[in-house]
């Protein structure tokens, strides 16, 4: 059922967009057989979750993915197996990060979270703040921002989420116009399940999918 799943996704995604499978809740033997498939992206949203199928999947090449919001007391475990830290939302998240990466010698790769909607529930950084305070994360020494992500919030139709999946690419423009460093072909992480393809129409080059890989 994955494999045509996977077969599914991939024909309706160009090659260049990188396909982030979002494993949480789903088990070691659905995470092998999906990176069996040619998907070595595998996202998480819970550290812990993540630390015990990082521990058994050793060894397979996986880049692992955090996600979901991530507190300060799970960051010193989080940058010791993640890749790409995707939901980075605060100066004070960043701080942290960029001192337990340190402890490790390591350089953290993230994604600052944007959250281009007014939701208030969800979080991330709000659109107005985001230039600033990515201005003072990039001095940071031991992060390397990648790029920005979004969840855009739950709309009726894929296309009502358009608006939110611009704004975060109209960020990435204003981010490189104002010169904080070059962020041309930085990472736009949007769209999921519901959402992927007005998501990549709008210049997401990395799309998050949990139901449409394992759920098919
Ligand atoms: C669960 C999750 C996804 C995947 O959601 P689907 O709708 O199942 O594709 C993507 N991004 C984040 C941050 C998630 O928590």
């Known amino acids: 059922m994955i494999r045509e799943s996977i077969f599914k996704?991939?024909?309706?995604?160009?090659?260049?967009?990188?396909?982030?499978?979002?494993?949480?809740?789903?088990?070691?033997?659905?995470?092998?057989?999906?990176?069996?498939?040619?998907?070595?992206?595998?996202?998480?949203?819970?550290?812990?979750?993540?630390?015990?199928?990082?521990?058994?999947?050793?060894g397979c090449g996986i880049k692992w993915h955090m996600v979901g919001h991530l507190q300060t007391n799970k960051v010193k475990d989080a940058v010791k197996i993640f890749d790409l830290i995707q939901s980075v939302d605060s100066l004070h998240l960043a701080l942290e990060i960029d001192k337990q990466a340190a402890k490790i010698n390591k350089v953290q790769d993230v994604l600052i979270e944007v959250k281009t909607s007014s939701e208030a529930t969800k979080s991330g950084l709000k659109t107005q703040e985001a230039a600033g305070v990515i201005k003072e994360i990039s001095a940071l020494k031991n992060i390397n921002i990648k790029g920005l992500m979004t969840i855009a919030p739950a709309v009726a139709l894929p296309q009502d989420a358009r608006p939110y999946f611009r704004a975060l690419r109209e960020l990435r423009e204003k981010i490189c116009d104002i010169g904080i460093w070059d962020f041309g072909f930085g990472i736009l992480s949007m769209g999921m399940t519901d959402d992927f393809e007005v998501a990549i129409e709008e210049g997401s080059n990395m799309v998050r999918l949990g139901r449409a890989i394992f759920e098919g």
Request: glycine share 6%; proline share 2%.
């Open 9 to 58: 996704v991939r024909e309706r995604i160009p090659s260049q967009v990188i396909i982030v499978a979002i494993a949480k809740t789903r088990s070691v033997e659905e995470i092998k057989e999906v990176v069996g498939l040619g998907i070595d992206n595998i996202g998480e949203n819970k550290v812990q979750e993540a630390i015990e199928k990082y521990n058994e999947l050793k």
